[in-house]
């Protein structure tokens, strides 16, 4: 990204720029938008797909039910009704649990969801912080480091460490922390999410007419989408179209700045043209100096005395021969012969 934004200096030459800066913005919010769906789409798609159009049934959304009667009717040892998932559970449609007695009997149910993949409740200070309660780990990482960016809170020459603002230092209790030891932290903030509790009054009055007691829980179900995102996932037809883009953005903001180093090279010379030469010439003078490895002081070579001194004349003699010479040798392969 950072090759693709125009510098200040032109910015301000061109104030109409402003509207190519405000498109890169908005690209720049598009991209994070479109990473950020691509990763709820692979979270999808990792969720196992059932095979056929067949209905799940009950017990296959539930990794475990809790049943908790009366204790002083049933005793210690009897008012607890438990079932779990194992790796060799038969799904079913429903729980039958029956118990004798003769009053009314009130109990809790609690069921934990069987998320695919799993999902963890956030501790309560970095829930309220990125407005996240219960997610998948990888939703989390998204949610904190799409916080990390947006409060600027990465280091700006230590780019592996985060500079911890007040709530962070509160929740990780360290004011700075690298980037590796995010999991290992975030992991004693996640908890296993909480259990649905519903509590129901088991009626025996025979002139009681509600027998049934009906609640809505929302799970997770297969998206009839998920062949559609495989393929958004797995497409690349508009990658090569965006690359050769990027390139023809690229290159056209490497044009505009060299075109602003001629126009600034052409101001200064339109400007102050005698000035602009005697400060090119001296420029000139020190990259070939640079190139040659010549040393000298620009202080003395600057005054006509330096011009005056005796080895001048021997010098200027020696140079004019080296020209003379090298000219001869051009014109000796030109013509073909030996000039005496």
């Known amino acids: 990204m950072a090759d693709k934004v125009l510098p200040q200096r032109i910015r301000d030459l061109v104030p109409e720029s402003q509207a190519y800066m405000d ?32 209905k799940k049934k009950f017990s296959s959304f539930f990794k475990s039910l809790v049943i908790e009667l009366d204790k002083e009717l049933y005793g210690p040892d009897n008012h607890l009704v438990e079932w779990h998932r194992m790796p060799t559970t038969q799904e079913t449609d429903g729980f039958q649990v029956k118990r004798p007695g003769d009053v009314n009997v009130k109990c809790t149910l609690l069921l934990m969801l069987d998320h695919q993949p799993p999902q963890y409740k ?25 916080y990390i960016k947006n409060n600027k809170l990465q280091d700006s020459h230590e780019k592996e460490y985060i500079n911890c603002n007040r709530y962070f ?20 903030l996640l908890q296993h999410p ?14 009681d007419q509600k027998k049934t007691a009906c609640y809505d ?7 009839p989408l998920k062949g559609q995102m495989n393929s958004f996932l797995s497409s690349t037809t508009n990658q090569q179209e965006i690359a050769a883009l990027e390139m023809k953005i690229h290159e ?31 420029s000139q003078s020190r990259d070939l100096k640079l190139m040659t490895d010549v040393t000298g002081n ?23 021969y080296s020209k003379v010479q090298q000219r001869r040798q051009e014109l000796e392969q030109v013509l073909g012969i030996r000039l005496t």
Request: net charge neutral; hydrophobic share 40%; glycine share 4%.
């Open 23 to 54: 498109l890169l913005a908005f690209e720049r919010k598009l991209d994070q938008t479109i990473a950020r769906k691509r990763m709820e789409i692979q979270e999808a798609i990792k969720k196992p797909i059932m095979p056929g159009k067949q």
């Open 122 to 146: 956030l501790d309560p200070r970095l829930a309220r912080l990125l407005g996240v309660h219960t997610q998948t780990r990888a939703s989390i990482m998204q949610a904190l480091w799409l």
């Open 169 to 188: 230092r509160q929740i990780f209790g360290c004011p700075r922390m690298r980037f590796s030891e995010i999991p290992m932290k975030l992991a004693g």
């Open 194 to 207: 909480d259990p649905i509790i519903i509590n129901h009054m088991i009626s025996v009055d025979p002139t």
């Open 217 to 223: 829980i929302d799970v997770e179900v297969d998206d």
């Open 252 to 282: 056209t903001i490497e044009y505009i700045n060299q075109l602003k180093t001629e126009r600034d090279f052409m101001l200064s010379f339109s400007n102050n043209p005698q000035d602009f030469i005697q400060d090119w010439l001296k």
């Open 298 to 320: 620009p202080e003395e070579e600057r005054r006509t005395e330096f011009y005056q001194a005796p080895w001048v004349p021997e010098a200027v003699g020696r140079y004019v």
